[in-house]
């Protein structure tokens, strides 16, 4: 219980992270919180922990691909990517539970965890979409275009009512 409440904390950290480095404009290592009222922490920078080296040392010499033109893309700035830090953190729990388990543990890793995640990486259209494997090269996507959400919508959010706006339905 104590292990999946850190991880559990450690993914929140992530995505935390991710949500700055989006709103920032897209990929940073450690993206620079956004200015918050004192009595609010703003979010965690990305601590990479156990991913970097589980990614670098395990996962990227094990499962080797050939990214480039219509077989994919790869970025060796990967950490750069909040999009693929979010994929790779959860990958990397869901290896640790499953092979934990044993069993069938493994293999069901293999197919409903790293085969799709992969293919989301890797696409043509995915999160290093306009980067190379070139190490000197590194071209972030901009984020998504989005009209800022109305300040009525954000009000039970931050009173803390967590209601969905009527006639909504939660995700």
Same mark, same amino acid.
């Given at each position: 219980m104590t292990r999946l409440t850190r991880e559990l904390a450690e993914l929140r950290d992530v995505v935390d992270a991710a949500a700055a480095a989006a709103d920032a404009g897209g990929h940073a290592a450690a993206p620079a919180p956004p200015a918050t009222p004192a009595n609010k922490p703003g979010p965690a920078p990305v601590q990479l922990g156990e991913l970097g080296p589980w990614v670098q040392d395990w996962l990227l010499p094990t499962f080797r691909r050939m990214p480039g033109g219509p077989r994919g893309r790869w970025c060796t700035q990967w950490w750069r990517h909040a999009e693929a830090v979010i994929r790779l953190q959860a990958l990397h729990c869901s290896y640790r539970e499953l092979? /934990? !388990?044993? =069993? /069938? =543990? #493994?293999?069901?890793? %293999?197919? +409903?965890? %790293? +085969? #799709? !995640? %992969?293919e989301h990486l890797l696409a043509n259209d995915g999160p290093f979409t306009t980067c190379s494997t070139d190490p000197q090269r590194h071209d972030p996507l901009d984020p998504l275009p989005a009209a800022p959400v109305p300040a009525e919508l954000l009000a039970p959010a931050a009173a803390? !009512? =967590? /209601? !969905? #706006?009527s006639g909504s339905k939660p995700p």
């Open positions: 092979f /934990a !388990a044993g =069993g /069938a =543990g #493994p293999g069901t890793w %293999l197919r +409903d965890h %790293l +085969d #799709p !995640a %992969l803390g !009512a =967590g /209601a !969905a #706006p």
